[in-house]
């Protein structure tokens, strides 16, 4: 079965092709576009949005997302210092690529860069915490009032961000795609947390998938909201179950 992707300037209709992966996130490059987009269409490109990931195709990804994983499974807390040569040596890869990978991560506020010093998890305290999900919220909504129709794939996702990207990408606004996928990056280090703070996860994605794939429009709006705001009001419990027995732990460089 040929992927699905929605045209970033076509309000969301479907269009097959053969793919050229540009940035390995979002932005498709597909040849012989036949949605008539102007004037990338006079030259047979058009821009598009996948509406899931590409799989990972070089060494480079493989590593990145093997960095990630790590980060966000909470043997480092926010604060500890990331030791490169001890790293390296578990993925069995050089330091250069991987200082790379975190140069990437520090750009987009996962991790801190202190020049001479090395790489830091970022901090996260509950008033951090709130905002990314309050300035995550506002994306999705936009997002879906970009979109402004039920999204047939919501029953696909697999999970609630899985969800929030889609609606993300149905949207064929890059601005809100890539901001999305910031703040996605800077939330998924507290979501291990989250299974402990709020409660009825299942039957609250179940709710939310339904909705958004049936409609109305406003009540999806409004179980995403709702989403938002209960783990906005643990943000506190959250940011304190992120930092307990705090103590600056430094792995050997």
């Known amino acids: 079965m040929k992927p699905r992707f929605f045209c970033g300037r076509t ?27 102007q004037p990338l269409a006079s030259r047979g ?17 493989r ?33 250069t690529p991987l200082r790379e990978i975190l140069s990437r991560l520090a750009g987009r506020g996962v991790i801190e860069e202190r020049r001479a010093e090395g790489f ?13 999900y309050t300035l995550h919220s506002l994306c999705v909504l936009r997002g ?20 929030f990207a889609r609606i993300a990408q149905a949207s064929g606004d890059i601005a809100i795609i890539e901001a999305r996928a910031l703040l996605d990056d800077r939330l998924r280090v507290v979501r291990r947390i989250e299974e402990t703070w709020v409660s009825d996860q299942a039957s609250e994605f179940e709710r939310m998938r339904h909705v958004a794939a049936n ?15 209960r783990r906005r009001a643990q ?7 992120l930092t307990r027995n705090f103590g600056f732990r430094i792995y050997p460089e």
């Open 11 to 37: 309000a969301g209709l479907p269009r097959y092709g053969p793919v050229d992966c540009r940035d390995n996130r979002q932005l498709i490059l597909l040849s012989a576009c036949t949605s008539g987009c």
């Open 144 to 163: 879906l009032r970009r979109y402004g129709a039920v999204l047939p794939d919501a029953l696909a996702a697999s999970s609630p961000w899985n969800l």
């Open 235 to 241: 943000a506190p419990a959250i940011a304190s179950a």
């Open 215 to 229: 409609g109305p429009l406003r009540e999806t709006a409004i179980v995403i909201r709702r989403f938002h705001d």
């Open 63 to 95: 590593i990145h997302a093997a960095v990630f994983t790590i980060l966000c499974t909470g043997e480092y807390r926010p604060g500890d210092k990331i030791g490169i040569k001890d790293l390296a040596g578990r993925l069995g890869v050089s330091t």
């Open 45 to 61: 490109l058009c821009y598009a949005f996948p509406m899931s990931p590409p799989a990972l195709s070089t060494k480079f990804e």
């Open 120 to 132: 830091y998890l970022a901090r996260l305290d509950a008033r951090d915490i709130a905002d990314l």
